[in-house]
């Protein structure tokens, strides 16, 4: 009988095999991505331009201010009062939190309402949008991390990342060695392959729901699957009952999607906290 040693290296080397095609772990994002409720409130952050993209900051109440940075990876509703929100309550926590604008004022939203509207924009092409934004965000992403860090940072200053949907890939480049954060997450991803989650070299916290046609339970247990036997630092959140977009787009007025959508965001910044802590520091073989 062979030991649960020798079983994980086995699989271990089956993985690294399928690495090699880097196929599939989250698919990408689909009209599904296009429900949601707007969810009321002021944001009280401002905009900016970092390396030629619209970029919203928001800084920390003085008194919970942590002198660490938050990037803020949006999904295809891009700019919108549900993200600006999220990234003020991350601002709450304590981070100077920056958001980017890849869509450059071209939002899924300003095309269809929701995944059933075919009126505000008739024969509007899903798949040739992503293509178009997928393109300029590979090339934007990198050069905008660079001018925050160096406009923002300082050098004591520890960054994290977050990214929902789409956001999900740029996460997990800042978390393998060429990034620049010391800790990432991420909600209900997409267009994730399985490299990215063998290049990871930084702690990545998983919100998810458990209906998700792009990280459905089987990619999602593939995933768990390559970090367990890469040895990678992560934690999952799996939350029953809800559907992709919840932490981001969920129904407020019903009580426990808001309570996921609260619980997702909390346990996020409390991953951040611990690992852009001190006690992460000294604690971890990282």
Request: charged content about 25%; some cysteine.
């Amino acid at each position: 009988m062979q030991s649960d040693r020798t079983q994980q290296v086995e699989r271990t080397g089956e993985f690294a095999n399928a690495a090699t095609s880097d196929k599939v772990i989250a698919k990408p994002s689909d009209v599904c991505c296009l429900s949601g409720t707007i969810h009321e409130g002021e944001p009280r952050g401002t905009t900016t331009t970092v390396a030629d993209v619209e970029t919203y900051v928001v800084e920390p109440p003085k008194d919970k201010a942590n002198g660490n940075i938050l990037l803020y990876f949006p999904d295809v509703w891009g700019f919108f009062n549900n993200g600006f929100l999220i990234m003020d309550g991350f601002a709450d926590a304590g981070y100077l939190t920056l958001g980017l604008d890849y869509f450059r004022g071209d939002p899924v939203w300003k095309h269809r309402k929701n995944r059933d509207d075919t009126t505000t924009e008739p024969g509007f092409d899903y798949e040739a949008w992503k293509r178009k934004h997928m393109a300029f965000s590979k090339d934007a992403v990198p050069k905008w991390v660079k001018e925050v860090k160096e406009k923002y940072g300082k050098a004591d200053t520890k960054f994290a990342c977050v990214g929902y949907c789409y956001g999900a890939p740029y996460v997990c480049d800042e978390l393998s060695s060429s990034g620049i954060c010391t800790a990432g997450a991420f909600a209900h991803p997409a267009f994730l392959n399985e490299s990215h989650f063998f290049n990871l070299s930084k702690p990545l916290f998983l919100s998810c729901a458990e209906i998700d046609h792009t990280f459905p339970n089987e990619l999602r247990n593939r995933a768990v699957d390559i970090m367990q036997a890469e040895k990678k630092v992560f934690q999952v959140q799996l939350f029953q009952g809800v559907e992709h977009g919840f932490a981001l787009r969920g129904n407020v007025d019903n009580g426990y999607e808001r309570y996921t959508k609260e619980q997702s965001l909390k346990g996020i910044a409390e991953w951040f906290d611990f690992w852009l802590s001190k006690d992460a520091a000294t604690g971890s073989k990282l």
